[in-house]
């Protein structure tokens, strides 16, 4: 089945500092990625996503380019800020008719000043 | 604009005692409908999913079961809480230009004791 792997459970870095969160996936259909953003006690809210090969889409100072060559669609930001710390999920989706959405298990991102 | 309504926004109920959850939606006619479940922290988990009224598919087994009465309404329910029921509750729909982007209502927190 579909698989969404985030490495990092919880990264902390300083105000300024420049991110990546690793995401990669494993399907056997073509891939439709997506980075959602969760405050807390929010709900999570759409951050990017993408579905073509070697484009970078970016979104609020976010940016990931999706890679299906090594089935990654990792998400970064040159220079963090505060209200930047949230929980991140990746998520794929190959059949939107059952909503079939796989999470990744999410990474904390705390920054601090 | 579609919108999306979730109530109530929090619960605090006994172990054993029953629940109802609800979710509207407006603005987008006939809409695929999903409910989510994340722990404290976790990752997001599918429960049920609803194509059209009247019709639900489980996705997982956690005591619970969820009802589509009308196009635009969605409820999750059971007669008897377990603590391990307690937790964030998302429904969701398909939105976007190609309905690809999965969006959130802002959730129920659900606290069991």
């Known amino acids: 089945g579909d698989s969404v792997t985030q490495t990092e459970g919880l990264v902390t870095l300083t105000k300024g500092l420049p991110v990546m969160l690793n995401c990669t996936y494993q399907t056997t259909y073509s891939p439709f990625l997506f980075w959602y953003v969760q405050h807390l006690n929010e709900a999570p809210k759409l951050l990017l996503k993408?579905?073509?090969?070697?484009k970078r889409t970016e979104h609020q100072g976010f940016y990931a380019t999706l890679h299906k060559s090594s089935s990654s669609f990792h998400l970064q930001k040159s220079s963090v800020q505060l209200s930047d710390s949230a929980l991140y999920f990746c998520a794929l989706s190959d059949d939107t008719n059952t909503g079939k959405l796989t999470f990744g298990d999410g990474t904390v991102l705390t920054v601090k000043p | 604009a579609q919108t999306i309504h979730q109530w109530p926004v929090a619960e605090i109920k006994a172990v054993g005692s029953p629940l109802s959850l609800g979710c509207t939606i407006k603005?987008?006619?006939?809409?695929?409908l999903y409910w989510y479940w994340q722990a404290t922290g976790g990752t997001l988990q599918q429960l049920f999913y609803s194509i059209t009224v009247g019709q639900v598919e489980s996705v997982v087994q956690l005591n619970l079961s969820a009802s589509r009465p009308k196009d635009d309404q969605f409820i999750l329910s059971t007669e008897k809480l377990l603590l391990s029921h307690s937790g964030f509750y998302l429904c969701a729909f398909y939105g976007g230009a190609n309905a690809e982007t999965l969006y959130f209502g802002s959730g129920t927190r659900l606290t069991v004791l």
């Open positions: 993408s579905s073509t090969d070697n």
């Open positions: 603005g987008k006619s006939s809409p695929n």
